[in-house]
């Protein structure tokens, strides 16, 4: 799929723009701060409704505007399909497809996919726990667009159910009666294990689908590694004993859930569940090696080649599903040396449609040489 042509009203710094895009390769080159990220920005957040770089709309919108609209020519499989968004911070998004409104924006995710690497990349390696929970539930997504529904019922269930915790635990210690609040914990006790299973049944099988994957593409991006080298495990907040699927996982999560109550009671929160699990990032030199964890271990080059591997994995694994995402690549090859920019370069150039970034237009390797627009003073313009 490419995006063929994209419109922006009051989104970032943009008051309008009006970009003719095509399949291949697009590299937007301009002096810091001009506006080069916030175009790539808004095809992401067509893509998932969400953006890489902030984690509420409110900065998405141009400042004095009270609304953005993303607009957006996508084309796949020979046929073209114009996707919008509104964006309207406090308020609900609305989302149309060939002008007709959808009804409800989230119905939006995964008509258009997209693959970014971005500098904020690093966190996934070396930030928290919810950072790399967050890359795995926004790949489920991008696969499977039901899940954005389990993904929002599950946090809703989450926040309710801690209410009731801390409810609950306060009138345990101030001895009010607790009866009420502990036969309604019962019922939220049972949403938890059973939408929580259905994530955790999904997170599971979806590391296994990128293991391999993840492998392969540390080998290319880091000098002198094996497949091997590279690995993830899903760590679960307890031992699921080998259980994988959805009935088991649900049950597993009430048991769980049964025999933490008092210190759940006692801290107020919930202990048991998807949002608990880590994703374990190791690496290792050969098969027989001891592994290290990558975050608190890996040098910075290790770091970053992990981060890009990650990336590259959730692309060849989305084109394994059948589908060519768009590659964004955001200010990334600022960071890489000469001969990891060639490589990089290099896996990435068959992709249907690739949009670089760079301020200066030399960091974009020779190999990714297409068409050029210099951004700059709010203007985005053609090179010749
Ligand atoms: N909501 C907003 N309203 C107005 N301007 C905004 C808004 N959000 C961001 N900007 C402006 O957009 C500019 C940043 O744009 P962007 O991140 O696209 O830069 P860039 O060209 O990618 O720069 P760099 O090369 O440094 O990454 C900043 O000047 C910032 O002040």
Do not use: C
Request: proline fraction near 4%; avoid cysteine; charge should be negative.
């Amino acid at each position: 799929m490419y995006v063929a042509h994209l419109t922006l009203h009051d989104f970032r710094s943009y008051a309008t723009a009006d970009v003719e895009l095509g399949p291949g390769v697009t590299a937007f080159i301009g002096r810091n701060g001009q506006g080069k990220t916030n175009l790539v920005e808004a095809i992401d957040y067509l893509s998932r409704l969400a953006s890489h770089r902030v984690s509420g709309d409110g900065p998405l919108v141009r400042s004095g505007a009270e609304q953005a609209v993303v607009r957006a020519a996508v084309v796949r499989d020979g046929r073209t399909a114009v996707l919008e968004v509104e964006i309207n911070p406090g308020r609900s998004n609305r989302a149309r497809v060939n002008r007709s409104p959808l009804p409800r924006a989230r119905e939006l995710v995964g008509l258009v996919r997209t693959v970014v690497f971005s500098p904020e990349d690093l966190t996934l390696v070396k930030g928290d726990p919810s950072d790399r929970r967050k890359f795995l539930d926004d790949l489920l997504v991008l696969r499977t667009p039901r899940l954005a529904g389990v993904r929002s019922d599950y946090d809703r269930i989450l926040k309710q159910r801690n209410s009731l915790l801390k409810t609950a635990g306060a009138a345990r210690r101030g001895s009010s009666s607790q009866e009420g609040a502990l036969s309604t914990l019962g019922v939220w006790d049972d949403h938890l294990s059973r939408v929580g299973a259905e994530l955790l049944a999904e997170r599971i099988a979806l590391v296994e689908a990128l293991r391999p994957y993840v492998g392969k593409a540390y080998e290319t991006v880091a000098r002198g590694a094996s497949r091997d080298d590279a690995d993830l495990e899903y760590r679960p907040s307890f031992d699921l004993e080998g259980r994988t699927g959805r009935e088991e996982l649900t049950e597993a999560l009430l048991a769980e859930v049964e025999r933490r109550r008092k210190d759940e009671l006692d801290r107020g929160i919930s202990l048991v569940g998807p949002h608990r699990d880590e994703l374990l990032l190791s690496l290792g030199h050969g098969p027989d090696q001891d592994r290290l964890p990558v975050k608190g271990y890996a040098s910075h080059g290790e770091s970053w080649s992990f981060a890009l591997a990650m990336r590259l994995a959730s692309y060849d694994l989305l084109r394994a599903d059948g589908d060519d995402p768009i590659l964004i690549l955001d200010d990334v090859f600022a960071e890489l040396d000469t001969e990891r920019r060639a490589q990089l370069a290099e896996l990435v150039a068959g992709a249907e449609q690739v949009l670089v970034t760079a301020a200066v237009g030399a960091d974009v390797p020779e190999a990714l040489a297409g068409v050029r627009y210099a951004v700059g003073g709010g203007e985005v313009v053609r090179e010749q």
